[in-house]
């Protein structure tokens, strides 16, 4: 199993550009989410899904969307990208009952410069 | 609001034992979350605590007092291989997870 796959690893844009972080997990997971990381800052959600065709918005939504046709992906885009968009972006992923339910296995971490 | 407390950075020397506390104000509680993240890479799972009590896994243990609002993270026989941040994550009622700073904890030989 691969587990979370999140790519690219590193990006720079530049202001006003878009761009799609990929994701995706091969452990038949319900639960998605996207995370940024900020120094000095918790992990802040930016958009969940809770199963293919749902998401919902998390604590940080403005600036990205989501999409979730398959168990499998969820990719994160930008839409013009900002520097208060340079952060490192997580991708998550869990089961939602049984054993491990709730705990999350994340992606490797794409590092985003916006200049 | 809803508000998670660790502190920022510890220090502590190879092979002692450390303690990183991790108090909480959240909507509800449905279960506390410790992760581990060495600088650069994800974090991964350590330990979850629901019920009152000490929760022990190897070289860590996890303690939960809900009526405190209060956890902590017990790491023994400290190695170099644990100098990371670790993590503390409370899912609310909503099912949330409400996320600490995280605690950067420095291992000195």
């Known amino acids: 199993n691969a587990g979370v796959t999140q790519t690219p690893k590193f990006q720079v844009l530049k202001t006003g550009q878009s761009m799609t972080l990929q994701c995706a997990q091969d452990m038949n997971h319900e639960y998605m989410s996207w995370y940024r990381q900020d120094p000095g800052m918790g992990l802040r959600l930016i958009h969940y899904?809770?199963?293919?065709?749902?998401?919902d918005q998390g604590e940080v939504p403005n600036g990205y969307n989501v999409s979730r046709s398959t168990t499998e992906d969820f990719p994160l885009r930008l839409l013009s990208a900002a520097p208060s968009q340079t952060s490192v972006y997580f991708c998550a992923s869990s089961g939602t009952s049984g054993t491990g339910a709730n705990v999350l296995t994340f992606g490797a971490g794409s590092r985003l410069t916006v200049l | 609001g809803q508000n998670i407390d660790q502190p920022t950075e510890m220090t502590a020397t190879e092979g002692a034992i450390v303690q990183i506390n991790c108090t909480y104000q959240?909507?509800?509680?449905?279960?506390l979350f410790w992760y581990q993240q060495h600088a650069g890479e994800a974090p991964t799972f350590l330990s979850y605590?629901?019920l009152d009590g000490l929760e022990e896994k190897g070289r860590f243990s996890s303690f939960l007092s809900r009526s405190k609002g209060y956890s902590y993270l017990l790491l023994k026989e400290l190695q170099m291989k644990d100098s990371a941040s670790y993590l503390c994550?409370?899912?609310?009622?909503?099912?949330?997870?409400?996320w600490g700073a995280g605690t950067k904890l420095i291992i000195k030989p």
């Open positions: 605590n629901v």
């Open positions: 994550a409370v899912m609310d009622s909503n099912y949330q997870l409400i």
């Open positions: 899904s809770v199963g293919a065709g749902i998401t």
């Open positions: 959240t909507s509800g509680f449905n279960g």
